[in-house]
T-cell receptor, first 117, second 115 residues
Framework: DTEVTQTPKHLVMGMTNKKSLKCEQH?????MYWYKQKAKKPPELMFV???????INESVPSRFSPECPNSSLLNLHLHALQPEDSALYLC????????????????FGPGTRLTVL | AQSVAQPEDQVNVAEGNPLTVKCTYS??????LFWYVQYPNRGLQFLLK??????LVKGSYGFEAEFNKSQTSFHLKKPSALVSDSALYFC?????????????FGSGTRLQVQP
């Protein structure tokens, strides 16, 4: 099973709202990712967690706050977003071998379509 | 730094004809190379990857790709296109020598298969 699930599928929020995106996988993957994708563009990396610790933050504004509460869950907390933050937010996960080196495939969830009004 | 180029925004092919979607890459070390497909309003689906070994890699749905180190290319191919192959295709690379655990994607190529 190579399933990554994301909730909600769609989210509409105002600029003053606080909301969260959720990602879950039960493949035993210890690397988890958030990407942002605008229409007809490639995914852009936002955050990487390795063994539940934040390992990469691609200079993402602080209105996006990631959290990895355990090895199966990844959240993205949203606060005071701007209309230009409207996009498809993709979660992905990947296995890590014991030395922590990347060897395998990233599996993506279906995404959350976010609209900021 | 690692980068990927997909020189064609769109590829048009008739159903039943062979298709090729081009990808070239640049890494400082040795590459891991991937192809993903994205259908409208969906996430990315893994098609195939090159890690090491045989330069011709076979993947899902009849797709294959050839790794060419001298030309730094990893073109996606299929002998006979289907209308259902119409989608957005992304090539991606990860430099295995840096340990950076993230993919760099190309700009994407839209494949349109006409009946």
């Amino acid at each position: 099973d190579t399933e990554v699930t994301q909730t909600p599928k769609h989210l509409v929020m105002g600029m003053t709202n606080k909301k969260s995106l959720k990602c879950e996988q039960h493949m035993g993957h210890r690397a988890m990712y958030w990407y942002k994708q605008k229409a007809k563009k490639p995914p852009e990396l936002m955050f990487v967690y390795s063994y539940e610790k934040l390992s990469i933050n691609e200079s993402v504004p602080s209105r996006f706050s990631p959290e990895c509460p355990n090895s199966s869950l990844l959240n993205l907390h949203l606060h005071a977003l701007q209309p230009e933050d409207s996009a498809l937010y993709l979660c992905a996960s990947m296995t890590l071998i014991s030395t922590g080196a990347p060897t395998d495939t990233q599996y993506f969830g279906p995404g959350t379509r976010l609209t900021v009004l | 730094a690692q980068s990927v180029a997909q020189p064609e925004d769109q590829v048009n092919v008739a159903e039943g004809n062979p298709l090729t979607v081009k990808c070239t890459y640049s890494v400082s070390g040795n590459p891991y190379l991937f192809w993903y497909v994205q259908y409208p309003n969906r996430g990315l689906q893994f098609l195939l990857k090159y890690i090491t070994g045989d330069n011709l890699v076979k993947g899902s749905y009849g797709f294959e790709a050839e790794f060419n180190k001298s030309q730094t290319s990893f073109h996606l191919k299929k002998p006979s296109a289907l209308v259902s192959d119409s989608a957005l295709y992304f090539c991606a690379v990860r430099d295995k020598d840096t340990g950076r655990r993230a993919l760099t994607f190309g700009s994407g190529t839209r494949l349109q298969v006409q009946p």
